[in-house]
């Protein structure tokens, strides 16, 4: 038995069945398998499955290892039963609602989209912004105790502070981990660590200035060139 997407080619699906059973056969004889007594006795043949199922998921390889022409012929002439979703939810007494449910089900969620593997550059801005939020933070905890010291101080710097460090802090999520808009979020954190710099002007150099923006704009550069992962949906074992 196989399951797959519900838009896979059965020609390929087929396929990936024959082949597992040609190695199996090839790999033990009759004598072997009718005197397997112990459970999980041939898991080393997982590796083989794990192999061809990596094949599968990649159509492109398979034009040289297999010939769809003959599958085709072959499933023509020995049709294999299929069982279609309709069928397999009311064999399980499962209301018509679950298979509209699951004909999507090929299609990945943004909350499990995995993301490409983190570059040396996406590293370096990672930990840059971490340290800028670091630098905030602590820059925030001193004007509480300048504002606790002194009735002078303005509250709103220590507003700023903190809102930088959270933007700093999101910037790191948003490189990590994939969102929906995360694109349109970034260039927002962005625009939030620019307004609270502006606003920080008095309190910082421009070295300081610069050094937060720059940080900023490159850690937004590493969250927009670092995508999701492509993955084709119809092509799935």
Not at 133 to 143: P, S
Not at 166 to 171: I, K, N, T, V
């Amino acid at each position: 038995m196989m399951l797959c997407t519900e838009n896979y080619p059965n020609v390929l699906a087929f396929s990936f069945l024959d082949e597992l059973q040609k190695e199996f056969i090839t790999t033990y004889n009759m004598m072997k398998t009718n005197t397997a007594v112990r459970p999980y006795c041939f898991i080393e043949f997982d590796n083989f499955i794990q192999r061809t199922k990596h094949r599968y998921n990649n159509p492109r390889s398979l034009s040289t290892k297999i010939n769809l022409s003959d599958m085709q012929m072959e499933i023509k002439l020995r049709p294999p039963y299929q069982i279609p979703m309709c069928e397999l939810g009311s064999a399980n007494g499962v209301t018509s609602a679950f298979s509209v449910d699951y004909k999507g089900a090929g299609k990945i969620s943004s909350a499990h989209q995995r993301l490409e593997p983190a570059t040396l550059s996406g590293i370096v801005a990672f930990i840059l912004s971490l340290l800028c939020g670091a630098l905030n933070l602590i820059r925030g905890f001193h004007a509480i105790e300048s504002l606790l010291q002194s009735d002078g101080e303005d509250f709103n710097y220590i507003i700023a502070f903190f809102l930088g460090t959270a933007a700093c802090l999101y910037q790191c999520y948003l490189l990590v981990y994939y969102t929906g808009w995360r694109n349109v979020k970034s260039f927002l954190t962005l625009g939030l660590i620019c307004v609270c710099n502006m606003y920080l002007y008095e309190l910082r150099n421009l070295w300081q200035l610069f050094f937060h923006v720059t940080v900023g704009a490159f850690v937004t550069l590493q969250i927009w060139l670092r995508q999701a992962q492509g993955k084709a949906p119809d092509y799935d074992v």
